[in-house]
Structures are given as C-alpha cells and as structure tokens.
C-alpha cells in the first residue's frame, strides 16, 4: 500500500498549473477557428435571392438597378434644372422692379424739380393777379410793410 499510483502522484499545485495552460491555450486560439463551419452566415427572415450564387440574372439585375440609377439621376437633374430656373425668374422679377423703383423715384424727383421751379418763377415775377407767397394784391408783403421806394 505503500506504492502510489500515477494519480495520487499529481499535487494539487501541479493540477492548477494543467488547468491553467488549458485557460491559456483555449483562450489563445481564435473563437473561428474552434467553430469552423461550412454553413454562410444568415440573418434571420432573410430570403436567398434568386438565381444568386450561380451567375444567373446578374445582368438582368444589374441593368434593373442602372435604370433606377438613370432614373434617378434623371429625377435630380429635373430637380436642378427647375430650381435654376426658378432662381433665373426671381432674379429677373427683382431687377424688374428695382427698375420700375428707380424709374419712379427720377419721376417723383422730376416732379418735385418743376413744382419748385414754378414756385420761385412766382416769386420773382410776382405777377399780379395771381396771389405769390409774399405779396398782396395791393403789393404789400405779408409783413404789413410798404414796398420800397424808388
């Protein structure tokens, strides 16, 4: 009884040394490596395409997928086209009445020049009959004094 068999032999701080590198070892070796499978990834509710994988329909796909690319490049160029336009107009609209602005302010001024014109030319002239700022009828002016002598 005095003889010790090959698992008596093996101490506790040997067995933790064992566990230990197994830890190290499982941890150390990449989790695809212990899964390797042949199987492809799916999500879930997914459905295969058809005809994908075997090379059929991939033209057919591809010229489907250009003309919704045309057709939608087609859709943003339309959209480009008509918001230049609609900046050309507003841009057009703006001078026309900048214009039309400036073309009445020259007529007002025109206006406000031949009124005072025509109020200084009554003043100098003084003609009678027709009652000027500054003077009567009589030819006296507004300050009650007497015209000047001669």
Do not use: H
């Amino acid at each position: 009884m005095s003889e010790k068999t090959g698992a008596d032999m093996i101490s506790r701080r040997r067995m933790l040394g064992v566990l230990g590198a197994g830890v190290v070892f499982g941890i150390g070796t990449p989790a695809a490596v212990l899964t390797a499978s042949d199987a492809e990834a799916q999500t879930p509710g997914a459905e295969p395409r058809q005809g994908q994988g075997q090379g059929q329909g991939q033209g057919q796909g591809q010229g489907q997928r250009q003309d919704q690319r045309t057709d939608g490049t087609q859709q943003r160029q339309d959209r480009r086209t008509d918001a230049t336009e609609q900046r050309q107009d507003r841009r057009s609209n703006r001078t026309r009445r900048r214009m039309a602005r400036r073309n009445a302010r020259r007529e007002r001024a025109m206006a406000r020049q031949e009124a005072r014109r025509n109020r200084r030319l009554a003043r100098r002239t003084g003609t009678p009959g027709k009652n000027a700022k500054g003077t009567d009828a009589k030819g006296t002016g507004t300050t009650g004094q007497a015209p000047a002598r001669q």
